[in-house]
Nanobody, 124 residues
């Protein structure tokens, strides 16, 4: 069974950090482009970061560049999103997604598999 499971969300104060994990089962992440997305209440889902199938350099949205770092651990079949300098506007449900493609994108189009999401709340 193909599955993506996110974890690591929670409540953090402004300026704080969190690391999200996305563990895959039923398929090998190395054959997929991977993306992190988020959706705040009343807003559309937006791309945060993505990484192509063979890429080692992730792509970031302007809003997260310099603060977020995406990485992939092939041995653990897991991708991560390290989030630093978190601000209230980063509050959202964060999702990971897999696209059976060489290249990634920061739109939701084309992603085959999605996780259930993990809540991130940034508040004092």
């Amino acid at each position: 069974q193909v599955q993506l499971v996110e974890s690591g969300g929670g409540l953090v104060q402004p300026g704080g950090s969190l690391r999200l994990s996305c563990a895959a089962s039923g398929f090998t992440l190395d054959f997929y482009a991977m993306g992190w997305f988020r959706q705040a209440p009343g807003k559309e889902r937006e791309g945060v970061s993505c990484m192509g199938r063979a890429d080692v350099t992730p792509v970031y949205a302007d809003s997260t560049k310099g603060r977020f770092t995406m990485s992939r651990d092939s041995a653990k079949n897991t991708v991560y999103l390290e989030m630093n300098s978190l601000q209230p506007e980063d509050t959202a449900v964060y999702y990971c997604a897999a696209d059976y493609s060489s290249f990634c994108g920061l739109t939701t189009w084309g992603y085959n598999y999605w996780g259930q999401g993990t809540q991130v709340a940034v508040s004092s």
